[in-house]
């Protein structure tokens, strides 16, 4: 799965693992990330179906009318409306920060 929280917030382990309800939650390799995405980790766009992973978007992420991401490479970014995200992903949100 993706997990999709504000760059300035940190995310809580405890709500993840309970809202995601898992008992355990960690982060993948730099080479499961790029098995996974054909990416480097921190080039990964928001997006999980593009890579066949679901998408766990934290509601705070929409404080702001738009976000920014990498748009796999760490050179090119996108900003996008954060509605315009929501409509296009689709993402489980969830409150993980």
Do not use: W, Y
């Amino acid at each position: 799965m993706l997990l999709v929280l504000p760059a300035d917030r940190k995310l809580d382990s405890r709500k993840a693992r309970d809202a995601l309800r898992v008992k355990a939650l960690r982060f993948a390799s730099k080479e499961e990330v790029l098995n996974l995405t054909g990416l480097q980790p921190g080039s990964i766009p928001p997006f999980g179906s593009l890579f066949g992973l679901s998408t766990h978007c934290d509601p705070a992420l929409g404080e702001n009318a738009s976000i920014n991401f990498n748009a796999g490479d760490h050179a090119i970014s996108i900003q996008m409306a954060f509605d315009d995200f929501i409509a296009m992903e689709k993402p489980l949100l969830i409150s993980i920060t």
